[in-house]
């Protein structure tokens, strides 16, 4: 992995961490992940003339990457209704590239040298090292446990589809803005069929969020499915939960949560994994 597509991936990770942030810290999580959603689609629309179409071979990959999208923001929505930032954030983006890693060795046949994979085992533990020392009740909560394990079951399936899918289109970016655009719409049909109040809040209450955490969101998405096309999609996958240190801060200097040395610990972990992956 070269240093540049290391550097994007890390400045993803740090988006991506911000506006889930942004998701946790707001009273109504159904506008809130629908004003994420639909911010995505006018940056895509805008990119889309100038991008070529993505390649025919893709097209099923991108209907299917639709949809695990769309089941990955009703699962995180309703993970971050029942458990803390600092919990469902680490289990879910923790579980994706453990699932991705596994994926990419006994489905696609990737071979992985031992540093890569004792890095991205680093960086694992490290992740849930952080959801596992947060003593709260949310931790003992199973119902935040397990939509925080299903969010991760599909992080890892439109990982695989996307990294895919981006290949076999020809163009990261003509992928990424057709798939989010199409997403967006698809959001916005299933939440203003089945709840219209919280459809009208986003252009009110939600404003800050579409403009601010969808243009987030869908910049942090379009940088690692073009860093998918450089390297090893289970590894850019793995440096890209390095999110989670960013969460780590997020929280406790903004959502006021506690920082214990056993967090700290866990940090170290990934961050040490996060080395080994880049200077290995």
């Avoid at 540049?4 to 810290?25: D, E, Q, R, T, Y």
């Avoid at 453990?98 to 990419?104: E, G, Q, R």
């Avoid at 696609?108 to 004792?118: D, M, N, P, Y």
Wanted: proline share 3%; with cysteine.
């Amino acid at each position: 992995m070269t240093l540049h597509v290391f550097l994007i991936v890390i400045c993803a990770a740090a988006l991506h961490a911000s506006w889930n942030a942004l998701v946790k810290s707001t009273g109504d999580k159904v506008v809130s992940m629908t004003a994420i959603t639909l911010g995505h689609a006018p940056l895509a629309l805008v990119v889309i003339p100038f991008v070529p179409f993505p390649a025919q071979e893709s097209w099923w990959l991108l209907a299917a990457s639709v949809i695990v999208h769309t089941c990955y923001q009703l699962s995180l929505m309703s993970a971050y209704r029942l458990g803390d930032f600092t919990q469902v954030y680490p289990i879910a983006r923790g579980s994706g590239p453990a699932l991705v890693t596994l994926f990419s060795i006994f489905v696609l046949g990737v071979s992985f040298v031992s540093w890569q994979l004792a890095a991205i085992g680093l960086i694992v533990a490290g992740i849930f090292c952080l959801a596992l020392l947060k003593q709260s009740d949310g931790l003992r909560n199973p119902k935040a446990v397990g939509a925080a394990l299903l969010t991760g079951c599909f992080i890892a399936g439109y990982s695989l589809l996307d990294g895919l899918g981006a290949r076999a289109a020809g163009t990261a970016l003509g992928y990424v803005a057709w798939m989010t655009a199409i997403n967006a719409a698809v959001f916005a049909i299933l939440i203003g069929t089945f709840n219209r109040p919280a459809f009208k809040k986003v252009f009110t209450e939600g404003k800050t969020t579409l403009v601010v955490g969808g243009t987030a969101s869908v910049a942090a998405y379009g940088f690692v499915v073009w860093a998918m096309t450089q390297a090893p999609i289970a590894l850019v996958t793995a440096l890209r939960e390095t999110s989670t240190i960013f969460a780590l801060f997020i929280g406790v200097l903004f959502l006021k949560e506690r920082l214990t040395i056993g967090k700290v610990v866990a940090t170290v972990l990934t961050l040490c994994g996060v080395l080994l992956l880049r200077f290995g």
